[in-house]
């Protein structure tokens, strides 16, 4: 069965100061990969996918994501944080025309 | 319209009864789902509907949850005498084509609050 975890619930950081979120996965076959972010009282939005291909993803709003597979591994990251990217954070696993799991989701929390 | 919608935002109930939850998608989508958000957890999948073909209900946690896609447009979602454990916010997305390949847009959600 296909899973993901992402180990940290809450993390703070400066603002301007850079930013990795974690998330693992679990998944028998070859991956399809996804960071989305959820704003208070918004829907869902996706920040970027990986399916193959280069494992450095670039994202909207200057997210970026690494593909590892030997450590099954999909670490999000952004250079310097912004007040507006206080958010909750989802990684999602999947694969060609499964459906989609996501994991617990990390609250961003940034501080000034 | 541009985006997925959801009605209600909001919904109160008490335990037993039943409610009814809307899904709008983006037109032309073919594919949609229906995920549930309880406090601090992540998405759980209910059910994903494709096109024309059966409809996959292997997340729906029991038979009093229950949903229907009219064609490619309005989809509705009904839980049947509420528990206390039906509180959530429950998501509805869709996508152009039903394959992980392609993005899922997101509704706002709607809340259940069963009392």
């Known amino acids: 069965a296909q899973s993901v975890t992402q180990p940290d619930i809450h993390i703070t950081v400066s603002e301007g100061a850079s930013l990795e979120l974690r998330c693992n996965y679990s998944?028998?076959?070859?991956?399809?990969l996804f960071w989305y972010v959820q704003s208070p009282g918004q829907g869902l939005q996706l920040l970027l996918k990986?399916?193959?291909?280069?494992?450095l993803v670039q994202g909207i709003k200057g997210f970026e994501a690494e593909f590892k597979r030997s450590q099954s591994s999909f670490n999000l990251r952004k250079p310097s944080v912004h007040w507006s990217d206080a958010a909750e954070y989802f990684c999602?696993?999947?694969?060609?025309?499964?459906?989609?799991?996501f994991g617990k989701g990390t609250m961003l929390l940034v501080s000034p | 319209g541009a985006g997925v919608s959801q009605s209600p935002s909001n919904k109160v109930t008490e335990k037993g009864k039943d409610v009814e939850l809307r899904c709008d998608p983006i037109?032309?989508?073919?594919?949609l789902y229906w995920y549930r958000q309880r406090l601090g957890q992540g998405l759980e999948f209910l059910i994903y509907?494709?096109?024309?073909?059966?409809?996959?209900k292997s997340g729906l946690p029991s038979d009093r949850f229950s949903a229907e896609r009219t064609g490619e447009s309005v989809s509705t979602l009904t839980i049947q005498r509420t528990q206390q454990e039906d509180s959530a916010v429950y998501l509805c997305?869709?996508?152009?084509?039903?394959?992980?390949?392609?993005?899922?847009?997101f509704g706002p959600g709607t809340r259940l609050t069963v009392l």
């Open positions: 990986y399916f193959s291909g280069d494992t």
């Open positions: 037109s032309g989508h073919t594919a």
């Open positions: 997305a869709s996508s152009l084509v039903p394959a992980s390949t392609d993005t899922q847009y």
């Open positions: 509907f494709q096109g024309n073909s059966a409809p996959d």
């Open positions: 998944y028998g076959a070859t991956p399809y």
């Open positions: 999602a696993v999947g694969g060609r025309y499964s459906t989609l799991t």
